[in-house]
């Protein structure tokens, strides 16, 4: 009766756990616009891959642990008080070389696409990407693409902090040619942060005194959303912080790109929302 | 630890090494990991100070030398501390106490007279990562010697009103241990501190 | 004392008599609290532990109140900040370890058959400086500017403080200053703790008591022990270097002056990723008793257990940076802690298959005990497979600072650690107070509490894959969250169940002290020395110190293996040859006095921390209120072993 019930629940668990897995790799409600498992990069899709990859084998041994865990307990379950002692197993060292070398030659399987998915995706942008140095800052980010206005000087994006009358800040939209590396160069003014676009690529932290860097690629054209994903404290009133810390991604064709540049360098448009935009440099 | 150690309660101790002696040796492992993480943290920092004063304009060697030769000393004088108890000679262990400790306080005097002439200088521990971790790294060093200082002054004053017994002589060893200890640290500090300078 | 008092040899019967004489005036609170009896300190930590448990609870349902659904105000940021703090800082430092710490002093002296730990006033010292530290911690809630002002003073820096997000200027007032000391004089305690178990293990065990004849428990608290001894130094360094940047301006963490934060976060991980260990060993000690237990089997594979305990304790020094693939340590630092990390779920996984072989076969009597004990297995595979997924770099570069995270460790701390101290809480109740715990109650609260686990956590890893950073106070409804409301409100709806269960165990445990099933010495058929003796144990806990012959000598003293390898009873009665050796070890017994001196001594941290936040004045009286305990301490006369 009550193994019964332990089966039911550890049943359900399973079936929770492969359904979500199910749930988060198509169906449509569940693929926020900040879901990891809904890529809009090569960079995205590979981590995506690699998580699958393990999950399998993980899944495998899930099953494999906790149905024999349910089946043991219907099985040797005592039933009666007073039943004779069962036989003293105290080992066996032919099934504990079985239970070390198995697991660890299946982790060593793992290793390998994961080794060779870390040197691509940890390696640094390509000379010929994009390059875009991002700016962490409380509680905004900052965009700089060096040397992209007429006279060679940078055109700067900056985030509006949040404050009292914009308790949710106005973040600067990040603007990406599709089909093209983008190099992101990051680094903090304060604390630590870290650049998210979940759609787009794995994180990469923000940290005072250093540059670190990441790549990325996006698919097709679309925004995609992210947030800082280091913890990075509150307001001075306390009333918003970290969670306000939100990433917005534009990816466009290289044509509307273009395009969009070019409205940035001739003429900073005045009405043009929804990013406080600035254009810096003489 | 214990002061009074009954002499016949004497348990026999599954390692036949005394509780007190384990004790002291594990405390002794765990410090290493306290100065090595100091250390590492001094090393880590030494390039990457971007104002002065730099230990290179500081650091006055033969002056930091003769006190490391002093604490080096101070550990001979303790070994014979601990023969006088051992062969139940207490005039003896009163006196290589006594000089033992002194030795440490003339360190103690130099460390202090580095630290306020290098704070004439100008080096503070806000005024850059050497000033940080120099001072920090010395300072819990020096703190450490204090620390075996008044345990060494406790010991001549509990000799002195007789608490302290030929038989008590492990305490005297485990208090050896630790200045021996101390003093082993400050030959690292000194060499990778002092000796072994950034160009 | 008994041996000092009258200088001559005493007598077996004259020694049991002074000392239940004793034993005798043990009343009042003083006696409490001038106490060196490991058990009663062992109460005194598991009570302490419980009461900041459940203060940890409330902060949990604060937490998971204001993020059942999108864009709620319960808490504003700051305080939101301030209470996940809080509870990740006490769930860790002052639930977790004191528990383990709890049955390493009620369990270690008895499993090994000693009268008490090696240095019992340093063991009282440990549980006062305990107290202290954690009183401390949360009087930050009344620090300047704190509750009584309409705020919370508590630090909001997280509970591994990252720099520089705890230095001055972004954690003003003196929330992190509180968090700082009081973890410091915490991890002076566990320091003396650490010290303690590993000379009581290795020099106090009783004669015949080798190593590999050691209970597991015992084999994981000497790991942990020295875990923590090689690994609080590591913070301890950490939290001075914090101190002096927050209290003395040095520039440790200031990147201005061209210092790095991550060292920070070196130091942290360092000692952080042995104290994820020192969390799980000793739950993986009691589930390791409790199985054989109550499988009547004997452990499957001892030694592989033993060993594979050992490995992960020096595995567990160099996998440290899987805390910081995202910091941009470079792809080869990344790759070798990332192949340490898959190699530690090696031993992770012998230990789950040997507890499955030990059920396998046997016949299980599915206690309290036995359920959590069965559901840490459960639990914890899931904690040690998505560990698995982290350790794949790329991929933990998408869950990193996740709510995949926050699902994973509390698989891990709470399906795993506490679920396997709740296992031991019911199997060594009866021990302690002479009474057994409710069944009916306990299955009740082990159900409750394992739905309510489930379905708390398992909707995180979701969220966490669906793209929610951990930490955040609050979530919209728009673009980006779609979808996080229902898993958020699933994971709220568990918190509480969870919450309701342990109400039903506190129940439990009340109703249970006053008027539970007489327990008797051995109530589970046991297999180590605990079970020996009455329960409660006296003062002495062992009249005579027993002489081991065998891993699980107690059994061996009531059954003995026919021809067929199956083990019968001993006839009443009857004699397998165990029981006459044991007398004449001619040891009268000595108890250490009672002291207040390790009190005094404690209660001087606090002073001195106190003293360096507000009026450096008191420093100087802390300091002198510590001297004098130790020197109190040193010279009062005591028969300590």
């Known amino acids: ?46 981590q995506k891959n690699l998580f699958l990859l393990v999950l399998w084998p993980a899944l495998a041994i899930f099953v494999l642990v906790q149905g024999g865990v349910i089946y043991i307990m219907f099985r040797y379950r005592q039933r009666r008080e007073g039943e004779p002692l069962p036989l003293q197993v105290h080992g066996s060292p032919r099934m504990e070389l079985a239970w070390t070398v198995a697991p660890a030659i299946l982790l060593a399987i793992i290793a390998v696409p994961t080794l060779g998915a870390l040197f691509d995706t940890g390696r640094k942008p390509h000379d010929d990407a994009l390059r875009i140095d991002v700016q962490g800052q409380r509680f905004t980010w900052n965009y700089t693409y060096p040397g992209y206005l007429a006279d060679g000087a940078p055109l700067q994006l900056f985030g509006e902090p949040v404050s009292e009358d914009q308790p949710q800040g106005k973040p600067a939209e990040l603007h990406i040619p599709t089909g093209r590396e983008i190099g992101i160069y990051v680094t903090a003014a304060d604390v630590i942060h870290s650049f998210w676009v979940p759609k787009l690529a794995g994180k990469i932290d923000v940290v005072p005194g ?73 | 630890m214990a002061q009074a150690h009954a002499a016949g309660g004497h348990l026999e101790t599954s390692t036949g090494l005394d509780n007190r002696k384990l004790l002291m040796w594990l405390f002794l492992g765990s410090e290493c990991l306290f100065f090595g993480s100091f250390i590492s943290a001094y090393l880590l920092y030494r390039d990457r100070n971007l104002t002065g004063p730099y230990a290179a304009d500081l650091y006055d060697i033969p002056f930091t030398s003769v006190s490391s030769f002093v604490l080096l000393m101070s550990s001979l004088s303790m070994v014979l501390a601990l023969a006088a108890i051992q062969r139940g000679d207490m005039r003896g262990l009163r006196i290589w106490l006594i000089c033992t400790a002194l030795l440490g306080i003339t360190f103690l005097a130099g460390q202090a007279f580095e630290f306020t002439e290098f704070n004439r200088e100008g080096l503070s521990l806000s005024t850059n990562l050497f000033g940080t971790t120099f001072f920090v790294l010395t300072g819990f060093h020096g703190a450490h010697v204090t620390v075996g200082v008044l345990i060494l002054l406790s010991m001549v004053a509990m000799e002195a009103r007789g608490q302290l017994t030929p038989e008590h002589s492990l305490q005297v060893e485990l208090a050896g241990l630790y200045w021996h200890f101390v003093d082993i640290v400050w030959i690292v500090i000194f060499t990778l501190v002092y000796l072994i300078q950034p160009q | 004392m008994a041996m000092t008092a009258t200088g001559g040899p005493l007598t077996m019967a004259d020694a049991i008599k002074q000392i239940r004489a004793d034993a005798a005036t043990y009343r009042g609170i003083w006696s409490w609290i001038a106490t060196v009896d490991h058990k009663r300190i062992g109460v005194m930590y598991g009570v302490t532990a419980f009461i900041f448990f459940l203060f940890g609870g409330v902060e949990a349902l604060l937490i998971r109140t204001q993020l059942a659904a999108a864009d709620q105000t319960l808490l504003d940021a700051d305080q939101y900040n301030r209470i996940f703090t809080m509870h990740g800082t006490t769930m860790v430092f002052l639930v977790i370890m004191p528990l383990s710490s709890a049955f390493f002093n009620l369990m270690v002296p008895l499993m090994i058959g000693a009268r008490d730990v090696a240095f019992p006033r340093l063991n009282a010292f440990s549980y006062w400086l305990f107290l202290a530290g954690g009183l401390l911690l949360n009087a930050s809630f009344f620090a300047s500017k704190g509750i009584l002002d309409g705020e919370l003073g508590a630090p909001g820096a997280g509970w591994f403080g990252y720099a520089p997000l705890t230095l001055n200027t972004y954690s003003p007032g003196h929330g992190v200053d509180y968090w700082m000391l009081s973890l410091q004089i915490l991890g002076i305690a566990s320091l003396a703790g650490g010290f303690n178990f590993i000379v009581t293990i290795l020099n106090m065990r009783a004669p015949g008591m080798t190593l590999f004849r050691m209970p597991l428990f015992v084999w994981m608290t000497l790991v942990t022990s020295f875990l923590i001894i090689f690994a609080m130094p590591v913070i301890a360094v950490a939290l001075f270097e914090l101190t002096f940047d927050r209290l003395f301006g040095a520039n440790y963490f200031n990147a201005s002056a061209g210092g790095t934060p991550l060292l920070w976060q070196h130091m942290f991980w360092l000692f952080g990723h042995p104290e994820v260990y020192i969390l799980i060993l000793p739950a993986m000690g009691i589930v390791s008793e409790v199985l054989p237990t109550f499988s009547r089997k004997p452990l499957f594979g001892y030694p592989f257990v033993v060993f594979s305990g050992v490995a992960i304790g020096f ?195 009340v109703r249970s002290l ?26 002495y806990n062992f009249a005579e110190i027993p002489q081991v012959r065998a891993l699980d000598d107690f059994w061996h003293k009531k059954y003995v293996e026919d021809a067929t390898g199956r083990p019968v009873p001993v006839p009443a009665g009857a004699s397998n040859g165990h029981e006459e050796d044991e007398s004449g070890g001619g040891h009268g017994i000595h108890l250490p006095s009672p002291s207040y001196f390790p009190l005094i001594a404690a209660i001087g941290f606090p002073l001195i921390a106190l003293g360096l936040m507000y009026d450096h004045a008191l420093v100087a009286v802390g300091a002198a209120v510590v001297l004098v305990g130790l020197y109190g301490w040193v010279l009062e006369p005591a028969t300590e072993e």
């Open chain 1, 1 to 46: 009766m009550r193994a019964h019930r332990a089966t039911l629940l550890r049943l359900t668990a399973v079936a929770l756990m492969i359904g979500a897995a199910v749930l988060l790799s198509g169906c449509e409600p569940f693929s926020s616009a900040q879901n990891t498992f809904s890529p809009g990069g090569e960079v995205a899709e590979k």
């Open chain 1, 210 to 282: 250093r540059e670190n860097y990441l790549w990325l690629k996006a698919d097709k054209p679309g925004t995609y959303r992210g947030q800082c994903a280091e913890f990075c404290g509150a307001s001075e009133d306390g009333k918003t912080g970290h969670s306000q810390m939100r990433l917005i991604v534009v990816a466009e064709s290289p044509e509307d790109f273009e395009a969009w540049l070019e409205s940035q360098g001739a003429e900073p448009a005045p009405d043009a929302p929804p990013a406080a935009e600035e254009t810096a440099g003489e």
């Open chain 3, 315 to 509: 595995m567990s020094w160099g996998v440290w940076a899987h805390h910081m693939y995202t910091t941009g340590l470079g792809s080869v630092a990344n790759a070798a802690f990332g192949v340490s990390t898959i190699m530690i779920g090696v031993p992770t996984g012998v230990k789950i298959f040997n507890w499955m072989g030990t059920l396998w076969g046997g016949s299980l009597r599915l206690t309290t005990a036995m359920l959590f004990s069965i559901g840490f297995i459960a639990m914890f595979t899931i904690g040690g497979l998505t560990g698995i997924t982290h350790s794949i770099v790329p991929s933990d570069y998408q869950q990193q600072d996740t709510y995949y995270i926050v699902a994973h460790f509390h698989q891990v701390l709470f399906g795993g650690a506490l679920f396997g101290l709740f296992s031991g809480a019911y199997y060594w109740f009866p021990k302690f107070s002479g009474r057994l715990l409710n069944e009916g109650l306990g299955k009740l609260h082990f159900w409750l509490m394992f739905i309510g686990f489930n379905l708390t956590f398992q909707p995180m890893m979701v969220l966490g894959l669906l793209g929610m950073p951990r930490r955040i106070d609050t979530y919209g409804s728009g673009p980006g969250f779609e979808g996080w409301e229902i898993w958020n409100m699933m994971a709220t709806t568990g918190a509480f169940i969870i919450a309701l269960s342990i109400a039903v165990f506190m129940v439990n445990f």
């Open chain 3, 514 to 539: 006053r008027g539970g099933e007489e327990a008797g010495a051995d109530p589970w058929d046991g297999r180590t020395l605990e079970w020996a003796i009455p329960s409660p144990p006296p003062a």
